[in-house]
């Protein structure tokens, strides 16, 4: 059955069952795992406009990697990670870091406007920068991609208490000994390694999709850290899982349905509010006992 070029598939489960649809749904589950937990910290420390930015940032570490013939995925790593360090040194206060992150998006973005146009024979892989390609993840990748994931679950499990009050009330956490700069700074490359897996799943102009929208979705929900974690995560997942399938019935790009899937339950969450304030955030942390 085909709809405005748009044909059914009815062999789709056995798409389902492919080996690419299998490795596309594992990397895709532990991105959103990834995005999930960080993406409560993103929107409380105002760093939106930085992940949006990373992303930009990798974008000529792709397509410098592309020139060169080396794995895109460590192009990425690179510019993200270097881009995060040096938005998390230069970048102090909000204000400083907004400046920081502008100056440093659009050196990014110069370059990879350079870098592209220099591989313009490998159009179609710069253009899976751009949007994503979930379904040409490799095995290889998994590995990074598995790695990443591990930095992240594991790193937040030893942080996100004092994460969590720094990033609620900086300067009382700054006043009572917490390295606030130093969380600062191992935030931001957790979130440059999460960027750069998120980036090859729904590609640089639709990364907020994963990092941003569940996180916001459940913020709408709870003001509770662990909650809106375990929300944003289960939204995620259900983005990429929904999207998959989507994509294998009617063999259009997952990117799309991921995105348009965590959009439709943003704005279900929202008409289920209705004009209802946003929750106030409870004490989150202990003032007395801030580790």
Do not use: K
């Amino acid at each position: 059955m085909t709809v405005l070029a748009v044909e059914f598939q009815s062999n789709w489960l056995e798409v389902l069952r492919s080996s690419f649809l299998q490795n596309a749904l594992i990397g895709g589950s532990l991105v959103a795992v990834a995005a999930g937990l960080l993406g409560y910290f993103v929107i409380t420390r105002q760093n939106a406009f930085a992940a949006h930015a990373l992303a930009h940032i990798g974008f000529p570490g792709a397509t410098g990697a592309i020139l060169v013939g080396a794995p895109v995925t460590l192009g990425l790593t690179v510019f993200c990670v270097a881009g995060g360090l040096l938005i998390g040194l230069f970048g102090r206060r909000v204000a400083d870091r907004e400046m920081a992150t502008g100056t440093i998006l659009a050196l990014a973005t110069a370059l990879g406007v350079l870098f592209a146009s220099l591989a313009s024979a490998n159009a179609s892989t710069t253009t899976s920068v751009l949007f994503g390609n979930l379904l040409a993840i490799s095995d290889d990748q998994l590995v990074v991609f598995a790695a990443f994931t591990a930095a992240v679950v594991l790193t937040l499990a030893v942080l996100a208490r004092p994460l969590v009050f720094a990033s609620v009330d900086p300067a009382v956490a700054e006043a009572r000994g917490v390295p606030v700069r130093a969380l600062g700074i191992a935030f931001i490359v957790l979130l440059a390694l999460t960027i750069t897996m998120a980036v090859q799943v729904v590609g640089t102009l639709l990364l907020f999709a994963l990092v941003v929208t569940p996180a916001a979705t459940a913020l709408r929900l709870t003001a509770r850290p662990v909650l809106v974690a375990a929300i944003a995560v289960g939204l995620a997942l259900a983005s990429v899982w929904g999207g998959l399938v989507l994509s294998a019935m009617v063999d259009l790009p997952p990117s799309f349905f991921i995105v348009s899937l965590a959009v439709l339950a943003w704005l279900a969450v929202l008409a289920w509010s209705g004009r209802r304030p946003r929750p106030a955030e409870p004490p989150l942390v202990d003032a007395h006992h801030p580790h």
